[in-house]
C-alpha cells in the first residue's frame, strides 16, 4: 500500500564503493524526484524526472546518475563514494500538480 | 534567490498553546507555498499549501497566513498537542519544465510539552 517506496531503508558502505538505491511508486503519477536531506536536515533537490526524461539536474556531482527505467521507477546509482555523501535520501513523486509525496528515505552512511 | 528563510530554528510550546512558525522569500516567480511535516525517521508529509492570491487558508488546527508584498507565510498550530510534536518545513514551489522545484526552508524543530 505505500505511496511511494524506496529500498534499501539503510545502507552503509566503504568509501569509493559503488551503490544504489531503488525507488517506486504506485500512484500512477508522470514525475519523480530525488531530494537530499544533511545532517543538518536541509533538504534540496538533486533531480527530477517527467515520463523518464531528466527534467530538473541541480548541479550535483556526475558521480550521482539517475535512471528512469519507467515512469513509475526512478533509480539513484551513486559512483566512488565520498564521506560527505552521507545523507538521507529521498525519492518523490508527482502529478500535474506541485503537491509532491515524498518516500520514507534512505539513510546512506559512508566509512 | 531561491532561498526560503525559515524561523525559528526550535520552538517549545506547552500543550493547547499555538505555535507560529514564520518564512520569508525572495524569488517571485514561486508560485505554490507548501508547509511539510516530518517526524523522526519517515519523509516529510504535505500538511498544508497555499497559492499566493490566498491571504488565508485554514485545514483543521492548521493555518496558512500569507502577505504577498512582504513576500511571508507563516504556519499557526491551533491547541497544539504533543502528537504534533515534529520539525516543520516551509516551502516554496515554482513550475520547472513538466515538474515543480521544491525549495525548503530550514525546518523548525516543534515540541509541544503536556
Known amino acids: 500500500d505505500t505511496a511511494v517506496s524506496q529500498t534499501p531503508k539503510y545502507l552503509v558502505t566503504q568509501m569509493g564503493n559503488d551503490k544504489s538505491i531503488k525507488c517506486e511508486q504506485n500512484?500512477?503519477?508522470?514525475?519523480m524526484y530525488w531530494y537530499k536531506q544533511d545532517s543538518k536536515k536541509f533538504l534540496k533537490i538533486m533531480f527530477s524526472?517527467?515520463?523518464?526524461?531528466?527534467?530538473i539536474n541541480e548541479t550535483v556531482p556526475n558521480r550521482f546518475s539517475p535512471k528512469s527505467p519507467d515512469k513509475a521507477h526512478l533509480n539513484l546509482h551513486i559512483n566512488s563514494l565520498e564521506l560527505g555523501d552521507s545523507a538521507v535520501y529521498f525519492c518523490?513523486?508527482?502529478?500535474?500538480?506541485?503537491?509532491?509525496?515524498f518516500g520514507q528515505g534512505t539513510r546512506l552512511t559512508v566509512v | 534567490q531561491q532561498q526560503v528563510k525559515q524561523s525559528p530554528q526550535s520552538l517549545i510550546v506547552q500543550k493547547g498553546g499555538i505555535p507560529i512558525i514564520n518564512c520569508a522569500y525572495e524569488n517571485t516567480a514561486f508560485d505554490y507555498f507548501p508547509w511539510y511535516q516530518q517526524f523522526p525517521g519517515k519523509g516529510p508529509a504535505l500538511l498544508i499549501a497555499?497559492?499566493?492570491?490566498?491571504s488565508e487558508k485554514k485545514e483543521g488546527r492548521f493555518t496558512i497566513s500569507f502577505n504577498k508584498s512582504a513576500k511571508q507565510f507563516s504556519l499557526h498550530i491551533m491547541d497544539s498537542q504533543p502528537g504534533d510534536s515534529a520539525t516543520y518545513f516551509c516551502a516554496a514551489s515554482m513550475a520547472t519544465g513538466a515538474t515543480n522545484k521544491l525549495i525548503f526552508g530550514t525546518g523548525t524543530l516543534l515540541a509541544v510539552q503536556p
Open positions: 524526472y517527467n515520463n523518464k526524461e531528466l527534467i
Open positions: 497555499i497559492r499566493p492570491d490566498v
Open positions: 518523490a513523486s508527482s502529478q500535474d500538480s506541485p503537491n509532491v509525496f
Open positions: 500512484l500512477g503519477h508522470d514525475t
